[in-house]
């Protein structure tokens, strides 16, 4: 396994740990290499959100995976995630998933 591939692994793991305990009872999906499509798929009560992993803020990002965080971001929220934005996007997934759980009430 190449180096840049456990050290996003490593990140990845670690990330779903810490969504696990920011939202109780939430299901972290990894999902399949299709290209572009983003890593993990989090589902929240009745909310969803998707997460690319990359190992730092500066790594390449593969065809289709712009288009494929901006279309999601449209339906619910997508963002590229890294240990440097780690705590921005984690801080904007617990804003979006509270008003999104406002709104249902």
């Known amino acids: 396994m190449a180096r ?5 692994s490593g990140f990845q793991d670690r990330l779903i740990k810490t ?18 499509i ?7 009560k009745n909310k969803w ?6 190992r730092s803020a500066s790594a390449k990002r593969q065809p289709n995976q712009e288009y494929y965080v901006g ?4 339906m619910s929220f997508s ?5 440097e934005n780690k705590e921005e996007v984690l ?5 979006v998933f509270a ?7």
């Open 49 to 54: 959100a998707s997460l690319e992993c990359k």
């Open 19 to 36: 969504l696990e305990k920011l939202f109780p009872g939430c299901m972290v999906f990894k999902m399949d290499q299709i290209q572009g």
């Open 91 to 95: 801080y904007e997934l617990q804003q």
């Open 71 to 74: 279309k999601m971001n449209e």
């Open 4 to 8: 840049s591939s456990r050290l996003e």
């Open 38 to 44: 983003p890593d993990l798929l989090v589902l929240y």
């Open 79 to 83: 963002r590229f995630v890294s240990p």
């Open 99 to 105: 008003e999104k759980e406002d709104d249902d009430l």
